[in-house]
């Protein structure tokens, strides 16, 4: 279930870029999807191009600060009915980021040895679609619609609250891993799931991703 926390030094990690470059075809993961009618809701196909998504991206509020490192504990996303536990999770034996056990539909991982929510950079949180037994954690995550918020608390008690400025799904044969993981320069989050289209053999063929800047702390 991640780290034990307790006596954990909190301390910046290695530079996302490194990462995103063994991701670039995107991510082999949560392929336990279960035949639903008429399945999760999707967002619109991939179309906004790297500048215009960069033009919409909300402008944080002036003396906004990048927190230090912390682990990630808990994610909240109201509009879609999200208040989850975070585990740490870290890359499977084929080097996509690993997700949380499947049996558990209530549980996000926080990839640990990336950027700490918050921090300037780009986090990036997973979790299931669904499992054998039905919806999961990330079930709605496709309707999220832009300028909506989502929460993540970490263990040192700050609250980073970030704003949903796209969503979109990408096909896993062509994910965009520079794009999704790339640093802004700008405190960041990646919030990913599956999506795209399903089958019982293959699973889901692609990944809704959800981007969003940090706004506000507490």
């Not at 870029?17 to 008429?38: E, F, H, K």
């Not at 926080?110 to 997973?126: H, L």
């Not at 999961?136 to 619609?145: E, H, I, P, R, T």
Request: with cysteine.
């Amino acid at each position: 279930m991640g780290l034990d926390h307790s006596g954990f030094e909190w301390r910046r990690r290695s530079p996302w870029g490194a990462l995103a470059l063994v991701m670039l075809t995107g991510l082999a993961m949560m392929r336990n999807g279960v035949d639903i009618q008429p399945g999760p809701p999707q967002p619109a196909p991939a179309s906004v191009s790297e500048s215009d998504r960069a033009g919409r991206a909300p402008t944080p509020p002036r003396g906004l600060r990048p927190l230090a490192y912390a682990p990630a504990s808990r994610i909240r996303i109201e509009s879609i009915d999200v208040d989850a536990p975070i585990m740490d999770v870290g890359l499977d034996q084929e080097g996509w980021i690993d997700a949380p056990p499947a049996q558990d539909p209530n549980m996000a991982g926080w990839y640990q040895n990336g950027i700490s929510p918050g921090q300037r950079g780009t986090s990036v949180i997973v979790g299931h679609v669904d499992n054998e037994a039905g919806p999961a954690v990330f079930y709605g995550l496709g309707s999220l619609k832009k300028g909506g918020h989502v929460e993540v608390t970490r263990f040192d008690g700050r609250v980073a609250v970030f704003e949903v400025y796209g969503i979109e799904v990408f096909a896993k044969e062509d994910f965009p891993g520079v794009r999704v993981y790339g640093d802004t320069g700008h405190p960041e989050l990646r919030v990913i799931t599956c999506g795209g289209g399903y089958s019982k053999a293959n699973g889901y063929d692609g990944n809704v991703v959800v981007f969003a800047r940090m706004v506000a702390t507490r």
